[in-house]
């Protein structure tokens, strides 16, 4: 931009400055909710694993995703699988981020929220669905939980059922590990994993 | 094909010239944010039916002409009847807005040349679309745009900028 312009650039935005675009979202927001218009709401916040994405239907939480998948990338897949009508909303997932702050700081080790199962089918959604029995401090690994989903088999399925968790740390796929009690894999990475089992132990 | 992208990105791509468009059509106070909250509603509930090669800020600054002329309508009618005509709301009264005498000034244009400078200048629209949206020929709309630009720069003009 050359300096001719720069200063209608200057210009334009104080004719619609940012405090006042955020007092007109929340308008937005409260009457999108109110009139039942949006596919997915979402929010970020801040946790020891970095930002968090936290997005809802009107079902419950629908998906937790990490920084590292691209945030953009998760809400333009979630608008493709839900719906387009996507908008950053936090007072639906006030909920949400209240339990996961105290999940973080020690203080609450189960989730008592609605949740919408509708990114796990199939094996894998049996394979989601088992994983909140892991309790709270406890691991298992794939072998155990292929078994306990009646499928001893299906170690490798039950890795890439972990490996596409669409609701991590909330449902628990950090608590299951390589049968050699080495780490696995984790959507989060290495680092995030660790982070949430010593988080599990300390408590 | 339809809308697939998620429509937060639309609020943050388009919300501040929807923004400069409403408050330049009706100046800036409550109806034009309601002008704004009504315009992206109503985007809201038309976009996953919207084709997705639809050019989406000339889509919303359209919504927002008739969400303006909504606001306005349901004003006239909220206002009880009198002999002596308001006076026009101070546009200053509005405290997070930066720039009350340039909206002084926009206010103080005749309206066929505010509203053909807010969606020509403004909401980027041509100004045979304008024409479309507010009657007469794309020239006459023309030069009301002009004319309102050159009003504007003799009775305001930012600091240091050149008149």
Redesign the interface.
């Given at each position: 931009m050359n300096d001719t312009h720069a200063?209608d650039r200057a210009?334009?935005?104080?004719?619609?400055?940012a405090?006042?675009?955020a007092?007109?979202?929340r308008?937005?927001e409260l009457?999108?909710e109110q009139?039942g218009?949006?596919d997915?709401s979402?929010r970020t916040i801040d946790s020891p694993l970095g930002s968090l994405l936290l997005a809802a239907t009107p079902t419950g939480l629908v998906r937790v995703a990490f920084d590292r998948e691209g945030f953009d990338t998760v809400?333009?897949s979630?608008?493709?699988r839900l719906?387009?009508?996507?908008?950053?909303a936090p007072a639906r997932l006030d909920d949400a981020a209240r339990q996961l702050d105290e999940y973080f700081a020690g203080t609450r080790t189960a989730f008592d929220l609605p949740l919408d199962r509708a990114l796990s089918t199939g094996f894998r959604g049996q394979v989601h669905t088992y994983l909140p029995q892991i309790a709270y401090g406890h691991t298992a690994s794939y072998g155990q939980v292929a078994a306990a989903v009646g499928n001893p088999g299906a170690v490798r399925a039950v890795g890439s059922a972990c490996a596409t968790n669409p609701l991590p740390v909330v449902v628990p796929c950090h608590r299951v590990l390589r049968s050699d009690g080495s780490l696995g894999g984790y959507l989060g990475g290495a680092k995030a994993k660790t982070t949430l089992l010593a988080l599990e132990h300390a408590a | 094909m339809s809308?697939?992208?998620?429509?937060?990105h639309t609020?943050t791509a388009h919300?501040?010239?929807v923004?400069?468009v409403v408050?330049a059509v009706l100046g800036p106070g409550p109806d034009a944010?309601d002008a704004?909250?009504e315009t992206?509603?109503a985007a809201?509930?038309a976009?996953?039916d919207l084709p997705a090669d639809t050019n989406v800020q000339a889509w919303l600054v359209r919504v927002a002409h008739r969400k303006a002329i909504d606001v306005t309508r349901g004003a006239r009618r909220r206002a009880q009847p009198t002999d002596i005509l308001p006076e026009r709301p101070a546009t200053t009264g509005l405290p997070?807005?930066?720039?009350p005498d340039?909206w002084a000034a926009v206010a103080a244009l005749p309206e066929r040349q505010r509203l053909s400078l807010a969606y020509h200048y403004?909401g980027g629209l041509r100004h045979t679309e304008t024409a479309e949206l507010i009657g007469g020929s794309p020239e006459a709309v023309r030069r009301a745009a002009a004319d309102g630009i050159r009003a504007l720069r003799r009775t305001y003009a930012?600091e240091?900028?050149p008149r």
């Open positions: 200063p210009l334009l935005d104080q004719l619609a400055p405090t006042d675009l007092g007109l979202h308008l937005l009457r999108a009139e218009l949006l997915v979402y809400l333009a979630l608008a493709t719906g387009p009508r996507v908008l950053r | 809308m697939q992208q998620p429509f937060e609020v919300g501040p010239t923004l400069r408050r944010d704004w909250a992206f509603l809201l509930r976009w996953p997070d807005s930066a720039e340039l403004l930012p240091g900028a």
